[in-house]
Nanobody, 121 residues
Framework: HVQLVESGGGSVQAGGSLRLSCAASGYTYSSYCMGWFRQAPGKEREGVAAIDSDGSTSYADSVKGRFTISQDNAKNTLYLQMNSLKPEDTAMYYC????????????????WGQGTQVTVS
């Protein structure tokens, strides 16, 4: 079965960096859309970045120029490099997967990890 396990979260001061990882198993990794989402307390979950099955990437406006999504197909691992972190980036970060091209909404992602907390002070 599909399993996604995030890691790399933590506490960091504003302006700092973190790299999140999402280890995937149970499916043909390279044929899936992979995405990062986040949810802050009291707010709805929002999309952060995605990498499509053809390698194309997309970002939320709020993170463009600061975050970079990438993947290592040999390791079945998705990454999110986060630089110039701001307090408003504080949230639980989740990775998600869906077969084929990226779906139009987050509700269409069928597989989710358990999340990793990022706190920026």
């Amino acid at each position: 079965h599909v399993q996604l396990v995030e890691s790399g979260g933590g506490s960091v001061q504003a302006g700092g960096s973190l790299r999140l990882s999402c280890a995937a198993s149970g499916y043909t990794y390279s044929s899936y859309c992979m995405g990062w989402f986040r949810q802050a307390p009291g707010k709805e979950r929002e999309g952060v970045a995605a990498i499509d099955s053809d390698g194309s990437t997309s970002y939320a406006d709020s993170v463009k120029g600061r975050f970079t999504i990438s993947q290592d197909n040999a390791k079945n691992t998705l990454y999110l490099q986060m630089n110039s972190l701001k307090p408003e980036d504080t949230a639980m970060y989740y990775c998600a997967a869906e077969s084929g091209y990226c779906p139009p909404t987050q509700a269409d992602f069928g597989y989710w990890g358990q999340g990793t907390q990022v706190t920026v002070s």
